[in-house]
């Protein structure tokens, strides 16, 4: 019994459409939903069979199509809460995935056709390089790495201190690579033994066996001991508004409740070191209307904060719209805008840091000469286009070395551990997810932080707008949690560390492993079938 040739048939596309529809359920499953607040990290280990399975029974031609589809599905279960940040967000980011899988699935079919007997091997690499890839350039994007299902798993994810997330996920995607290959094995050859295919590949398994045992012993004896280590006792304030809606008169409301916070935070009898407000929480551009002055209302209200930090001995990190006048690319003055982390003391700012990994489409695009219609389009959408930063930023406090990567920026391994390697004693994430209205959106962000505390053996500390606001060790174990959707501060003692990890020195070379073993595998597929096809044409001859 044969599997059904390249989906032909009414029948066999309805199988394939529930085996895509399948797998997009349980990948969306795996991570925090609508259902199950942290997840069901469990899904995450077989999540990929239907996919693998459903590319055995398709053709090369009509893995693309499959492929768009599974994409635009996948992510638009586990991302439904895109929508709500932008009119085009959820249409591009679908968009986006839907072209990928578009991509990915073919060569994940020419891994079968190539390698017949161990293909699943080259469709784990594929798949791992698919996931390190899709982080890079403009388009940059973490959320959904395999990995990043396993926050909860802290013995498993320990070994993030050694190769990033991407030995996490190297782990939790072979099983489904080796069931489905195993189950396809099994519908080809229905009159062998059912255990006939581990007989013949047992060693693939057996290595990753030995690999996940190693990876649980490391995970229960490599976590820091830091109850003799510093601390630094942080104030974190959660105003539970979107900030960005409204006029002055909502942005001077949202003052009152950051102000009414801080000084019942301040006012405990053991004071923080620090007070961290999130990201652009006071929204007044406070550079611009302090020295221009164009707007009287604004001034009025960033003298009155201004006023409120001069009375503050503590240092405050404030997220703001960090407007200045620049020299533009054609030599003109020109007003600009940073999305920023200001540090004030006593009313005078100290340092700042401005985003650097900006969002794509929504903070920046800079393809406006290239896709004018594209960016009229989002211009016309209210998007806020941003400047982005360059300078990795290390502020120093009380004592305290730190830096703040700003929302998104600590879904990326390589932007915190930039942050490490110039001095770094603890990141402090500034984020504003109150425009989801969503739970799950801002579980799945704060998830992937546990992994840059991680990676760098450094408490995090996250103040957001509405959730979710914690203190995460450096072992990745979350110390404390502000309820989501509340006005509140929570004050959190958290220690400070200066060792260096492997993957703060060595950063994502594992996946640029993957990478190059994917690639060199295609490559000497190709090149031994050009061989063997010039081998025929001799003998023809």
Request: hydrophobic share 45%; aromatic share 16%; with cysteine.
């Amino acid at each position: 019994m044969m599997l059904p040739s390249h989906g032909n048939g009414f029948k066999n596309n309805v199988i394939t459409f529930l085996y895509i529809f399948l797998a997009s359920v349980l990948f969306a499953l795996s991570f925090p939903n609508l259902f199950v607040t942290n997840g069901i990290f469990l899904l995450a280990w077989v999540a990929y069979v239907p996919v693998f399975i459903a590319i055995s029974r398709i053709g090369l031609g009509a893995s693309i199509f499959w492929g768009a589809l599974y994409g635009y599905t996948a992510y638009g279960l586990f991302n439904y809460w895109l929508s709500v940040f932008h009119p085009l967000a959820g249409v591009i980011v679908g968009c986006i995935y839907l072209t990928y899988f578009a991509i990915l699935f073919p060569l994940l079919k020419l891994a079968e056709r190539l390698f017949p007997k161990r293909y699943y091997i080259v469709q784990w690499l594929l798949w791992l390089s698919y996931e390190f890839l899709r982080t890079k350039g403009f388009l940059g994007y973490a959320y959904g790495i395999t990995g990043y299902s396993q926050w909860q798993v802290l013995p498993l994810i320990q070994i993030s201190a050694l190769f990033g997330v991407w030995a996490v996920s190297a782990l939790v995607v072979f099983p489904s690579t080796y069931f489905a290959s195993w189950i396809v094995d099994n519908i080809k050859n229905p009159t062998q033994h059912w255990f006939s295919f581990i007989k013949k590949e047992w060693l693939a398994p057996s290595l990753w066996f030995c690999a996940l045992i190693a990876s649980l012993i490391y995970g229960f004896i490599s976590p820091v001991s830091y109850e003799q280590a510093p601390k630094a006792r942080v104030a974190l304030i959660q105003h539970n508004t979107d900030p960005w809606r409204g006029g002055i008169v909502a942005y001077r409301q949202n003052f009152a409740i950051l102000k009414r916070l801080s000084l019942e935070a301040v006012s405990q009898e053991q004071k923080p070191d620090l007070v961290v407000w999130s990201e652009t929480a006071f929204v007044p551009r406070i550079y611009w209307h302090k020295t221009y002055r164009d707007d009287q209302e604004s001034y009025e209200l960033v003298k009155d904060l201004l006023d409120f930090l001069a009375t503050q001995d503590i240092p405050y990190v404030i997220g703001n719209d960090d407007g200045r006048k620049e020299v533009n690319e054609e030599g003109v003055w020109d007003s600009v805008d940073y999305n920023a982390a200001i540090l004030f003391k006593n009313g005078e700012e100290q340092q700042i840091y401005r985003k650097m990994h900006l969002v794509p489409f929504t903070e920046h695009f800079p393809y406006k000469k290239q896709l004018p219609f594209m960016y009229e389009a989002l211009r016309n959408a209210d998007t806020h286009f941003w400047k982005k930063g360059t300078e990795v930023t290390v502020f120093e406090a009380n004592g305290i070395k730190f830096s703040t990567p700003i929302c998104f920026e600590d879904t990326f391994g390589y932007i915190s551990r930039r942050f490490v390697q110039n001095g770094v004693e603890l990141i402090v994430n500034l984020t504003n997810d109150a425009w989801s209205k969503s739970l799950p959106s801002q579980m799945q962000h704060a998830t992937m932080a546990v992994f840059r505390a991680i990676e760098n053996r450094r408490s995090v500390v996250r103040s957001t707008a509405s959730g979710q606001t914690c203190a995460i060790d450096p072992n990745g174990r979350i110390i404390a949690m502000a309820p989501a959707f509340t006005e509140v501060q929570l004050t959190v003692d958290v220690p400070l560390l200066s060792q260096t990890t492997w993957y703060t020195k060595y950063g994502d070379f594992l996946a640029w492993i993957f990478l190059s073993l994917s690639g060199l595998s295609l490559l000497l597929a190709v090149v031994r079938l050009t061989i063997r096809a010039c081998h025929r044409t001799i003998k023809e001859e």
